[in-house]
């Protein structure tokens, strides 16, 4: 089993940048299937970045690819989002996950076991 606590969220102009970390607990951290997910108001959950366990596979939604980058140290049991170049329309709630699933299911909300309470991300104009 493993808990995940969000932090780095906050407001930000258009066009800035921002570092979302995740912190796990757990001592099997390094065998999960990671992602980032948001969810702006009214909307579903959206997948928005995965990594496999040893960090060599990664995969970004096509919303954010190019800007966001996903990242993580299995030795102090964290998980980071950079996210630059931030639009308006990236203002949500942003969730981190853990999972075992195979990396094929990353970007599938209902496949993850773990989840975070979340941390708000909001850009401003």
């Known amino acids: 089993q493993v808990q995940l606590v969000e932090s780095g969220g906050g407001l930000v102009q258009a066009g800035g940048s921002l570092r979302l970390s995740c912190t796990a607990s757990?001592?099997?951290?390094?065998?999960?299937?990671l992602g980032w997910f948001r969810q702006a108001p009214g909307k579903e959950r959206e997948f928005v970045a995965g990594?496999?366990?040893?960090?060599?596979?990664?995969r970004y939604a096509d919303s954010v690819k190019g800007r966001f980058t996903i990242s993580r140290d299995n030795a102090k049991n964290m998980l980071y989002l950079q996210m630059n170049s931030l639009k308006q329309e990236d203002t949500a709630v942003y969730y981190c996950?853990?999972?075992?699933?195979?990396?094929?299911?990353?970007?599938?909300?209902?496949?993850?076991?773990?989840w975070g309470q979340g941390t708000q991300v909001t850009v401003s104009s």
């Open positions: 996950a853990a999972d075992k699933n195979d990396f094929t299911r990353v970007e599938r909300v209902e496949n993850y076991d773990y």
């Open positions: 990594i496999n366990w040893g960090g060599a596979r990664t």
């Open positions: 757990g001592r099997t951290f390094s065998s999960y299937m």
